[in-house]
């Protein structure tokens, strides 16, 4: 089985061998077969196509293991970007691979990547969050739990919840760091703004076409802390109850990823209270 990248609204996003296999497999699975036909149109392939979306995946898994069985070829594709990463697809890409057959991934357009790509955050690390919960208090919930991770955050959102989600956004995380919206990617109306998260509010209630089309939102990492988190700093006290400042300064580090002449300072620092 191939799991195919395919374009995110663009048509002529796609890569040259995933049109290749989309010509040459017994059948296409796909999110919405009326959706996937357009595209498959456009690129003038008569493809069969069968439904795998999030009611039916576990049945419809069944099924592409049988087909392959029957030594079939098949292909997997969401309606847009890459499957099975926040779309359907795991369970029958787990399904296959269990049944003993291959999986073979075609790599393509990736919403999350490319709102990065076009974003003009500095920072070296992200973490992709993808949908967070529909339910206010949930979501409130996992947005504090995330709020310290020093990476860029990326979610996705949906144009009905977006301006929660935001407002959420805004009241849990630093006014300082930023949020990137990235709107409607490659598609007509694509919009792509970064500005300071605590103007986000007022910067979507300007404007309904704002709150359209299928979002990416991106908040940069927390602003650095001044000394060590509490955890770290538990963490080296402990260590300098049996180890010299040097070996237990280095042990930290190696522990928690913070610097080691920081850890080192904090240690001597301690050791002189």
């Known amino acids: ?10 048509l002529g996003d796609i890569t040259l061998r995933a049109l290749e ?3 040459t497999v017994d059948v296409v ?22 439904a795998v979306h999030q009611h039916n995946e576990r049945e419809a898994g069944a099924k592409l293991v049988e087909r392959l069985r029957q030594g079939q070829s098949v ?29 073979v991934p075609l790599p393509g357009p990736n919403a999350a990547i490319t709102a990065l790509s076009a974003s003009g955050l500095m920072d070296e690390r992200f973490l992709f969050v993808g949908f967070l919960p529909a339910k ?21 959102e949906a144009p009905h919840r977006v301006t929660e989600c935001v407002a959420d956004l805004a009241a849990l995380l630093e006014p300082s760091r930023e949020l990137v919206v990235a709107r409607e990617l490659t598609k007509l109306f694509e919009q792509i703004v970064r500005l300071p998260l605590k103007e986000a509010v007022v910067w979507f209630a300007a404007d309904d076409n704002r709150q359209r089309g299928e979002f990416v939102l991106i908040v940069s990492a927390p602003p650095p802390r001044e000394g060590l988190d509490p955890g770290t700093e538990r963490i080296l006290k402990l260590l300098l109850d049996d180890l010299p400042v040097k070996q237990a300064a280095r042990l930290a580090a190696e522990i928690t990823g913070a610097a080691k002449n920081a850890l080192y300072q904090r240690a001597l620092e301690i050791k002189d209270l």
């Open 136 to 156: 206010s208090a949930a979501r409130q919930a996992e947005i504090a739990a995330l709020a310290g991770i020093p990476a860029a955050l990326v979610f996705y």
């Open 29 to 50: 699975a796909c999110e919405d077969t009326r959706h996937a036909r357009r595209l498959l149109d456009h690129h003038g392939i008569k493809a069969t196509t069968m």
């Open 1 to 10: 089985m191939y799991v195919v990248a395919t374009p995110l609204g663009n």
């Open 21 to 23: 296999i989309l010509r």
């Open 75 to 103: 292909a997997l594709i969401s309606d847009a970007g890459t499957p099975a990463v926040s779309d359907p697809g795991a369970r029958a890409v787990a399904a296959v691979q269990a049944a003993g057959f291959p999986v």
